[in-house]
């Protein structure tokens, strides 16, 4: 579903192409539920049915990381868990900052997996007086004034836009400006930041928009099978089939109207 313009290099400092990090994601969440499940060992092909890749893709992937797997064997859960967190940076805490605090970013507040995942909220932050003080997820809400000084007491380099769109992008240059170098957008616009800043971009509108499509793509193919279906002439019996094609004559040994050339 997240989509984003990618400011750095193609690749990273470590030569994992940016395609195969986009995976690693899936490959944690498979291997962490295989985890607890107590799961030793995995195949690449039951792997990448879990993550919903093809398994020579996993393998190429992995290879990156310098993992092989044992014949016969697989790939051991654990090990790879840590890899790919480490390989994330997800073994260590990383302090995110929540700028609209409405109902979606109230959610995101609320959302129990990032802290599971190496991620802390270190401060909610709105631009409403009204939301100054009030608690949510726990979390005090502070006032958009405050921004700068937020990002550079908790040492924040996440930020997670929730604004309108009229005011994500001056809420993503107050962030840059503090240091935020990565930000996670939710507001339906496109943000412009300086080489070195990433910007991932969740829209669901558009995402539903596209399953919107696929759905009336199905519903158009199903009816044109229904019309092929429909007009499909009912086979001719015995000699009026005959000679309907032409193969001998009629039921009443008449000449049929069309002749083998």
């Known amino acids: 579903m997240a989509t984003g313009r990618n400011h750095r290099p193609a690749t990273r400092s470590r030569g994992i192409?940016?395609?195969?990090?986009?995976?690693?994601?899936?490959?944690?969440?498979?291997?962490?539920?295989?985890?607890?499940?107590?799961?030793?060992?995995?195949?690449?092909e039951e792997l990448a049915g879990a993550a919903g890749v093809n398994s020579a893709k996993l393998r190429k992937d992995f290879s990156y990381l310098g993992s092989y797997g044992t014949r016969?064997?697989?790939?051991?859960?654990?090990?790879?868990?840590?890899?790919?967190?480490?390989?994330l940076g997800l073994?260590?805490?990383?302090?995110?900052?929540?700028?609209g605090i409405g109902n979606l970013g109230a959610a995101l507040a609320n959302y129990g997996g990032f802290a599971s995942r190496g991620f802390r909220v270190a401060a909610l932050i709105d631009?409403?007086?009204?939301?100054?003080?009030k608690q949510v997820a726990g979390i005090g809400v502070r006032h958009v004034d405050e921004l700068e000084s937020i990002v550079h007491t908790n040492g924040v380099s996440i930020g997670v836009i929730t604004t309108p769109a009229g005011a994500a992008q001056q809420v993503c240059d107050r962030l840059v400006?503090?240091?935020?170098?990565?930000?996670?957008?939710?507001?339906?616009t496109v943000l412009s930041v300086p080489e070195g800043v990433d910007v991932r971009k969740v829209d669901l509108s558009i995402e539903l928009q596209i399953l919107a499509f696929h759905e009336q793509r199905k519903a158009a193919d199903e009816l044109s099978r229904g019309m092929r279906g429909a007009e499909r002439p009912a086979p001719a019996a015995g000699g009026a089939g005959r000679a309907a094609r032409g193969e001998g004559p009629g039921p009443d040994g008449d000449i049929p109207a069309v002749m083998p050339a």
């Open 17 to 44: 192409p940016e395609a195969t990090v986009a995976r690693l994601p899936l490959y944690l969440r498979a291997l962490t539920a295989l985890s607890e499940r107590s799961v030793p060992t995995v195949s690449s």
């Open 177 to 188: 400006g503090a240091g935020v170098t990565s930000i996670l957008n939710f507001s339906p």
């Open 91 to 99: 073994t260590q805490d990383w302090p995110v900052v929540i700028v």
């Open 72 to 87: 016969g064997v697989g790939y051991d859960v654990e090990y790879l868990v840590y890899q790919i967190s480490r390989e």
């Open 127 to 133: 631009a409403d007086p009204k939301m100054t003080g």
